[in-house]
């Protein structure tokens, strides 16, 4: 079935860097990516939506010069968390719509903890 | 009111036995609708969609409510590895096109 590969599955950065995690379809072309974050005990919260060769489409409170994202190809969809913040901590989920139909399929995520 | 609620929970089921829970979602333009199961810090996976005459894969059958804007998932004959939390996700058009909304997850713990 179709696959969704997330890296890394787990990063620890410093206080003021910026990290990337990578979303990649790997049997698949999908021409829109989600990126999610969950925290603990919550449910997962949209932040944005990523379409393949154009502007990232953002949820309403969520910084886009913050959370940088680049939808370069129809398989690979990047965030980068910049200037990173201990309250930015938090599990980081992509997904990507199949190009033929609705389903959508998720990445592995990824735990961040800024320190 | 959220776009998309459940109840957190959780339901302690004893192994072997049925269970049922809803999920509301309040737009009415809402055109597809899932369940997707999430184990402890795990990414979600697709459970089942939920189509508008219902619909049953194995031990699991979901229901739309259309007019009440509910939809429902019952689990039977529950089995410990079904302890997991269990995501309603609805799909409506939006301004930037379609958009998943996510309920918060109604989670079942299965007990001996």
Sequence with gaps: GAVVSQHPSRVICKSGTSVKIECRSLDFQATTMFWYRQFPKQSLMLMATSNEGSKATYEQGVEKDKFLINHASLTLSTLTVTSAHPEDSSFYICSARVLSGNTIYFGEGSWLTVV | ?112
């Design chain 2, 1 to 112: 009111r959220k776009e998309v609620e459940q109840d957190p929970g959780p339901f302690n089921v004893p192994e072997g036995a049925t269970v049922a829970f809803n999920c509301t979602y309040s737009n009415s333009a809402s055109q597809s609708f899932f369940w997707y199961r999430q184990d402890c810090r795990k990414e979600p996976k697709l459970l089942m969609s939920v189509y508008s005459s219902g619909n049953e894969d194995g031990r699991f059958t979901a229901q739309l409510n259309r007019a009440s804007q509910y939809i429902s998932l019952l689990i039977r004959d529950s089995k410990l590895s079904d302890s997991a939390t269990y995501l309603c996700v609805v799909n409506a058009m939006g301004a930037a096109g379609n958009k998943l909304t996510f309920g918060g997850g109604t989670r079942v713990l299965v007990k001996p």
